[in-house]
């Protein structure tokens, strides 16, 4: 297990080193210039070329591609060029990651929460209206993009109501948490309600199932010892992607609500052709997902006891 | 012999989509103490059916039992509550299915899965139901059953998961013991081993046995009556010797003409029974 880990862990150099070059790459080659946009569309092309000799922009791409990673070594990943300018990108990743990961761990409890029990809930009273009431609420919560939602619940909660605060960021124990938690806990919460209820209605089809029943225990024991933790377990899967995406923060929630997270820094730096930080969010986003699969792979040994790694 | 159970004009239905499944049509037999009753007949005959009907296992819906009575040990089944029904099934009346490899939960230990009926039934703390579980593992004849107890079922074979059943089975000193078609998933030497071992705990034991097979000649050194069940009914009935020797029923004579015999000169095929069994709605 332990050799499995490290062996795994390995690999993750080489992937980073990959994913680098290749989003490093697509930062100078790809359209738009950050140079051209920090000083407008009509500036003069003499100070165009200065900014760019000044910034480093003007040598070939292995050149810049390789001072780059001289300098992530020592943990420099460069200076943002158009969002902040002249700010370590470190720095403003870091300010954002911590904003994202609060808003996202909600959301994720929220999932866990709220849609394992409906699912539950909904296999248990299969084909009642509880049922059919949760397979709506999940087809809604799946389909329904977080750009329309955002907005109607914005308009009814925070302007018709006045209930809650329409955005900013007030750490994750206040009121303003609450809109874009919901509308990003949404997506979560349906599909683990889905997953959970697929799941259980398989697994109390079971023989073992019919085993444990056999033995005379309670329901509730029969539910809880013998069908849950055979039905969870898939659902590792789904919770470490969550997990991996803990860090990528929503572009699209946290620019209307105006939070000061990673997915409104990314927003903007891709607005702005930032690429020094654009590049850094990909390999934090990379660094992320793999040890989140790792996880996954941990976890699920630990769950299921036929899963064994050589 | 006292009776232990009286099963009577037993009628168990499945409520489809494409229609009502007669799967038990008016069904009667009884097993005494200590008695070995054989249940055979074709997939589909009701066989099942009707044992899951006396532990009230039938999934419902679509299942339901519609009408008839089940006497064990002088109760009504079908008339007691769910709760009075928890301590008859695996306390009184236990059960062991089919397929052993999918009959235990994958996540649990031995220990877990034995443990928790002596605990609920007989209310022994841990401690005293682990030492009875190693108890029943060496009973059936698990090797090294201090250590196999922690082992999750994926670590024994199919005939070790056979033999954990049946301790899961017995863990509560059943007086009726339902096998259906334990050995149908097992390769025959182990088949052979499973039928001894039976026979060998319910004499120990002393516990009455309704066995399902649909292979007549497993019967023979093993039940005292034999039931012949096709379309959901009971079509013959009698003690073990009186099936081989005399069989009344159209049915039973293809049956016992089915199955290769040694002791004959070998012919150039086996009888098949003509047909398929109908369709019961």
New interface residues.
């Given amino acids: 297990m332990l050799k499995y880990i490290v062996n795994r862990l390995l690999w993750l150099p080489v992937l980073l080193v990959i994913i680098s070059f290749i989003t490093f790459a697509l930062g100078v080659y790809g359209p738009g210039d950050p140079v051209q946009q920090l000083l407008g569309q009509r500036s003069d092309p003499e100070t165009v070329a200065r900014i760019r000799r000044e910034l480093g922009l003007d040598r070939p791409l292995v050149i810049q591609y390789i001072d780059y990673v001289r300098r992530a070594l020592r943990g420099d990943l460069g200076e943002s060029i158009t969002v902040a300018r002249g700010q370590p990108v470190i720095k403003l990743i870091a300010r954002g990651l911590w904003v994202s990961i609060q808003l996202n761990a909600v959301v994720i409890a929220l999932g866990v929460v709220v849609g394992i029990p409906l699912g539950v809930l909904a296999a248990v009273r299969r084909n009642t209206l509880l049922d059919y009431l949760t397979t709506a609420g999940v087809v809604m919560g799946i389909s329904f993009p977080t750009f329309l939602t955002a907005p109607i619940l914005l308009w009814l909660l925070s302007y018709q109501v006045r209930l809650l605060p329409p955005g900013g960021w007030d750490g994750v124990f206040s009121r303003s948490v609450i809109l874009p938690a919901l509308v990003l806990g949404a997506g979560p919460i349906a599909v683990f309600a889905r997953q959970t209820r697929a799941n259980l209605i398989e697994v109390l089809d079971q023989d073992y199932v019919r085993t444990a029943r056999a033995k005379g225990l309670p329901e509730l024991l029969v539910l809880g010892r013998h069908a849950l933790r055979n039905a969870l377990i898939p659902l590792i899967t789904i919770f470490g992607l969550m997990l991996g995406g803990l860090v990528t923060g929503s572009f699209i929630t946290e620019t209307i609500f105006g939070i000061p997270g990673i997915g409104r820094l990314g927003f903007r730096a891709f607005s702005a052709r930032d690429y020094p930080i654009l590049t850094a969010l990909t390999l934090l986003i990379a660094v992320s997902y793999t040890l989140a699969n790792l996880l996954v792979d941990v976890v699920y040994a630990l769950a299921d006891p036929r899963i064994r790694y050589e | 012999m006292a009776r232990l159970l009286d099963v009577r004009d037993l009628e168990t239905r499945f409520y489809t989509q494409d229609g009502i499944v007669h799967a038990v049509n008016g069904v009667s037999f009884h097993v005494d103490e200590g008695e070995t009753l054989g249940i055979v007949g074709e997939s589909g005959s009701g066989k099942s059916v009707t044992v899951l009907s006396i532990?009230r296992?039938i999934p419902s819906p679509p299942g339901k039992i519609t009408s008839g009575e089940i006497i064990f040990e002088g109760r009504d089944l079908l008339k007691i509550d769910e709760e009075e029904m928890?301590?008859?099934?695996?306390?009184r009346m236990?059960?062991i299915?089919q397929?052993p490899m999918?009959?235990?939960?994958?996540?649990?230990t031995i220990e877990q899965q034995i443990t928790?009926?002596l605990e609920?039934?007989l209310g022994m703390n841990h401690q005293q139901a682990r030492r009875r579980a190693i108890e029943l593992l060496k009973m059936v004849g698990i090797p090294a059953a201090e250590q196999r107890i922690d082992n999750?079922p994926?670590q024994f074979s199919g005939g070790m998961r056979q033999r954990v059943?049946i301790a899961?089975g017995l863990a509560c000193n059943p007086r009726l013991l339902i096998a259906d078609e334990p050995t149908t998933a097992l390769d025959v030497t182990i088949q052979a081993q499973i039928v001894e071992l039976v026979k060998r705990l319910r004499d120990e034991i002393g516990m009455a046995i309704i066995w399902i097979t649909h292979d007549l000649s497993l019967l023979a050194g093993l039940a005292d009556r034999i039931i012949v069940m096709y379309a959901g009914q009971v079509v013959e009935s009698a003690q073990t010797a009186d099936i081989y020797r005399n069989p009344r029923h159209p049915y039973t004579i293809g049956l016992l003409q089915s199955i290769p015999r040694l002791d004959e000169k070998r012919r150039e095929r086996l009888e098949p029974i003509e047909g398929v069994a109908p369709r019961s709605h």
Avoid: I, K, Q
Avoid at chain 2, 86 to 91: H, L, P
Avoid at chain 2, 102 to 108: G, Q
């Fill in positions: 532990m296992l928890r301590e008859v099934r695996g306390n236990a059960m299915f397929d999918t009959s235990l939960n994958p996540v649990l928790e009926a609920l039934h999750y994926h059943m899961m």
